[in-house]
């Protein structure tokens, strides 16, 4: 009976099981197409542990799962991958556990690049020529954020991944904006929430977020096109924030990866990115500051122990200060008769220049002095009439002025006088104090002989007459030996002889 024939219409119709369906399909697919090649484009490309490759060929209209046995794989020359064009030959075969037809690849040829590869290169040439893609435009990451903006779907495991990884290394706030990462919405939705980020006022009621994480799991080159778009790729160049992506697995790539500012293989190797580790950081700073207190350590007593041998290499201190305290002594020893001498030397001078000075040399001086002064005072006086006439038609500060200076000129005569006065009694007390009068007042006398000065025996001996001068007063004599001095006879009432004073 064949099973594709309308059945009978009653109640003995014959009853197929769900396995039996599956088999007579299989049987018929794969009696049609025993071998066959199909030219496609491959996507979803898919390699397990096991070693088989799981694809899918499609073109503009229709998809078709394939499948190669990990030996079939081993035996390709060319490896398939997303978005090449080949031609795979193989047979058609079902997969009863899914309900669905596949084809099991011998092996494939290349075809020539596929429609979305040869389009997602010509825009990424457009794009680098513009330089979105530039090194120098990359800005660098944040060591330590404050906020961090994600930009990827809330329900999945993509949000929770980065969220438990962040919360494992180093916890920091982090703002969600939720987006479509698959689908025509995709593209306008995360270039609108980079630029929204952007928007963000520094201190404004939502913090504007220091980096930003652009996060989707893995997918076929369909489900990650929208991170292709060049909306999407705009503004990720012109974001201000650092922007991080982190779409797909390892081996996908989107334009957006170029115009990051870093690419992450896995959303979770972005929280890595973004943030270090606390406990990290906490050790190596533990372990600097070990290293600074022993450095320290280390240098103080460093530093000490120099202190003490530079100590030892100075000696002590009584004999560095010895040598000077002996020089001192001795100096102080000699100092007194030295100022002894210079103060004998000083006075034996001086008495030498006083002894000079005689009265009629002061007088002399002073009356020169006087009529110097006279001469002066009679210039002054014209020239103080002239300069009070002059003053009259000054004003009254230039006229204050010259009054203060016509009473200076005019006290100056009187100042100059008196200090002449007053050098001339000290000349002529120092005069009296050195002269000779004081000696007299002690007991001296001073003989002189024919009005000069007798030094001698001889000199007055032979003078005619003496004067002596005592203190108070003078006394005249005649010197024995002389005519005048001879002795009288003695008459009636004359006087016993007195003899000389010599």
Known sequence: ????????????????????????????????????????????????????????????????????????????????????????????????????????????????????????????????????????????????PEVIGVITSPSGAVIRDILHRLRDRFPRRVLIWPVAVQGEKCAPEVAAAIAGFNALSPGGAIPRPDLLIVARGGGSIEDLWGFNEEAVVRAAAASAIPLISAVGHETDTTLIDHAADRRAPTPTAAAEMAVPVRLDLLAWTGEQGARLARAIGQRSETRRQRLADLGRSLGRPEALTGPARQKYDLWSDRLGPALSAAATRKRAAFN??????????????????????????????????????????????????????????????????????????????????????????????????????????????????????????RLSAIPAGSAVAKPRKAGPGTPPDQGTLF
């Open 1 to 144: 009976m064949d099973i594709f024939e309308e059945p009978e219409t009653g109640g003995n119709a014959h009853e197929f099981t769900v396995s039996e369906i599956s088999g007579a399909v299989k049987r018929v697919i794969e009696g049609e197409f025993g071998q066959v090649r199909v030219r496609g484009e491959i996507s979803r490309v898919s390699r397990p542990a096991s070693g088989h490759l799981y694809f899918d060929l499609k073109d503009d209209r229709a998809l078709i799962a394939a499948v190669s046995w990990k030996g079939q794989v081993a035996k390709m020359s060319v490896r398939p991958e997303e978005g090449m064009e080949v031609v795979a030959t193989g047979r058609l075969t079902t997969f009863p556990g899914q309900s669905k037809y596949q084809l099991i690849v011998d092996d494939i040829a290349p075809a020539g690049a596929g429609a979305l590869m040869l389009m997602l290169e010509k825009r990424k040439a457009a794009l680098a020529a513009e330089g979105l893609f530039a090194t120098e435009r990359k800005k660098p990451i944040p060591y330590l």
């Open 352 to 473: 030498a220049v006083a002894g000079r000075v005689r009265p009629g040399l002061l007088t002399r001086f002073i009356g020169i002095e006087r009529s110097r002064l006279g001469e002066r005072a009679a210039r002054l006086e014209p020239a103080i009439a002239r300069l009070r006439r002059d003053a009259a038609r000054l004003n009254d500060q230039q006229r204050k002025d010259l009054d203060a200076l016509s009473a200076r000129l005019t006290a100056a005569p009187v100042l100059r006088l008196a200090s002449l006065k007053e050098r001339l009694a000290s000349i002529d007390r120092t005069r009296l104090t050195l002269g000779y009068t004081e000696t007299l007042k002690r007991g001296f006398a001073v003989v002189r002989a024919d009005g000069a000065v007798a030094t001698s025996k001889a000199t007055a001996g032979a003078a005619s007459g003496l004067e002596i001068e005592f203190h108070d007063g």
